[in-house]
């Protein structure tokens, strides 16, 4: 099965950066990974959106962290990037990272275990 992992997480003060990392990798399967994206679920909330990178290279970002957050891929290590910048207390949460990976004729979605941004003041 495909896997992604993800790291990056950290502590981090108000108006500092961070840099998330995940990676598809998997074992005895050929696969090709199509759309990456990247969610967050603050404490006691649902997870919710955060951008995605199509496997052209189109971005999207919710207006949230639009202009402070950048994703990026890259497609020979099959791994997509979230750059945070200017972060600021809300944007504390556990980041999942997701792909869209065909296998054979199967089209799956893949979730990351998640990896915790805690922005204190």
């Known amino acids: 099965q495909v896997q992604l992992v993800e790291t990056g997480g950290g502590l981090v003060q108000t108006g500092g950066s961070l840099r998330l990392s995940c990676a598809a990798s998997?074992?005895?399967?050929?696969?090709?990974?199509?759309?990456m994206g990247w969610y967050r679920q603050a404490p006691g909330k649902q997870r919710d959106w955060v951008a995605t990178?199509?496997?052209?290279?189109?971005?999207n970002y919710a207006d949230s962290v639009k202009g402070r957050f950048t994703i990026s891929k890259d497609n020979a290590k099959d791994t997509v990037y979230l750059e945070m910048n200017s972060l600021k207390s809300e944007d504390t949460a556990v980041y999942y990272c997701?792909?869209?990976?065909?296998?054979?004729?199967?089209?799956?979605?893949?979730w990351g275990q998640g990896t915790l941004v805690t922005v204190s003041s």
């Open positions: 990178i199509s496997s052209g290279g189109y971005t």
């Open positions: 998997a074992s005895g399967i050929t696969y090709r990974v199509n759309n």
């Open positions: 997701k792909a869209v990976v065909v296998v054979g004729v199967s089209r799956l979605e893949v």
